[in-house]
Nanobody
Framework: VPLVESGGGLVQPGGSLRLSCAASTFTFSTYGMSWYRQALGKEREWVAGITRSGEGAAYGDSVKGRFTISRDNAKNTVYLQMNSLKPEDTAVYYC?????????WGQGTQVTVSS
């Protein structure tokens, strides 16, 4: 399995979680990485992306200022730090790796924000 997410769970509104996505079977440092999410009954939504080197990152409007994407190429892992979580952040979160020729997805990790 090329990508495995972890770190999801149940958290109260205003809380924090850090998701991890461990990569294997491909050269991680040559791939741009992104996080997506899909809430029940909704389309998959792009959350954040990071360049191969980790020097550039971008965020969806709904998470800007609250989420931070980062990567450790030595550990073949991408992270998503989620702060100030809201109930509307509840979704299955997926990581994605893309290099223009290949496109890999993880199995997803559930994040539930509820009191």
């Amino acid at each position: 399995v090329p990508l495995v997410e972890s770190g999801g769970g149940l958290v109260q509104p205003g809380g924090s979680l850090r998701l991890s996505c461990a990569a294997s079977t491909f050269t991680f440092s040559t791939y741009g990485m992104s996080w997506y999410r899909q809430a029940l009954g909704k389309e998959r939504e792009w959350v954040a992306g990071i360049t191969r080197s980790g020097e550039g990152a971008a965020y969806g409007d709904s998470v800007k200022g609250r989420f931070t994407i980062s990567r450790d190429n030595a550990k073949n892992t991408v992270y998503l730090q989620m702060n100030s979580l809201k109930p509307e952040d509840t979704a299955v979160y997926y990581c994605n790796a893309i290099d223009g020729s290949h496109d890999y997805w993880g199995q997803g990790t559930q994040v539930t924000v509820s009191s």
